[in-house]
T-cell receptor, first 113, second 116 residues
Framework: GNSVTQMEGPVTLSEEAFLTINCTYT??????LFWYVQYPGEGLQLLLK?????DKGSNKGFEATYRKETTSFHLEKGSVQVSDSAVYFCALDSNFGNEKLTFGTGTRLTIIP | NAGVTQTPKFRVLKTGQSMTLLCAQD?????MYWYRQDPGMGLRLIHY???????AKGEVPDGYNVSRLKKQNFLLGLESAAPSQTSVYFC???????????????FGPGTRLLVL
């Protein structure tokens, strides 16, 4: 079955540091890949996505590239801010039309001033 | 647009009690989902619905029932609550069959449930 593996947290960085959160996946077919973010006390919201190999998703300074050869979708940001403190979830869909997502366990990110 | 709303925000139950969590969306989405979020487990799908009057089991359906009598509402029921059902419950909704929005789910703010 499908699965998503994320780097374990928590991750603590200083403001303006470079961020990488690793995500690898196992899936049949050609899934789309997603990063969702959960700010404190809120539900998840879509951060970015990529629908095919070599696509790059980007939003709010975050980027992730769909690498089929390494089955990875690592999240990166060049200079993090305190407001980026949140839990980040990598996810994939089943590509079978029922729109179900498989989520990773989440990575808690804390940015200190 | 209120988006996805959940009722209640927080609830304490005793073992064996029952309750219903309500999810409502005003985006005319076809698909709706119930997840539970537990530390170190990420989000796990409980049940989902691909349209009014239809429901299906997800990854962890035992101990829960759902109903989708109206397109905009998706109810999650616990018939006899157990401490293992202590969790944060999230409802989500999405469009269907549209490539551009594929996989984009809209989440509610969550319901925190404590079963004693």
């Amino acid at each position: 079955g499908n699965s998503v593996t994320q780097m374990e947290g928590p991750v603590t960085l200083s403001e303006e540091a470079f961020l990488t959160i690793n995500c690898t996946y196992t899936a049949t077919g050609y899934p789309s890949l997603f990063w969702y973010v959960q700010y404190p006390g809120e539900g998840l919201q879509l951060l970015l996505k990529a629908t095919k190999a070599d696509d790059k998703g980007s939003n709010k300074g975050f980027e992730a590239t769909y690498r089929k050869e390494t089955t990875s979708f690592h999240l990166e940001k060049g200079s993090v801010q305190v407001s980026d403190s949140a839990v980040y979830f990598c996810a994939l869909d089943s590509n079978f039309g029922n729109e179900k997502l498989t989520f990773g366990t989440g990575t808690r990110l804390t940015i200190i001033p | 647009n209120a988006g996805v709303t959940q009722t209640p925000k927080f609830r304490v139950l005793k073992t064996g009690q029952s309750m219903t969590l309500l999810c409502a969306q005003d985006m005319n989405h076809e698909y709706m989902y119930w997840y539970r979020q537990d530390p170190g487990m990420g989000l796990r799908l409980i049940h989902y619905s691909v349209g009014e009057g239809t429901t299906a089991k997800g990854e962890v359906p035992d101990g829960y029932n759902v109903s989708r009598l109206k397109k905009q509402n998706f109810l999650l029921g616990l018939e006899s609550a157990a401490p293992s059902q202590t969790s944060v419950y999230f409802c989500a909704s999405s469009y269907s069959g549209m490539t551009g929005s594929r996989g984009t789910q809209y989440f509610g703010p969550g319901t925190r449930l404590l079963v004693l």
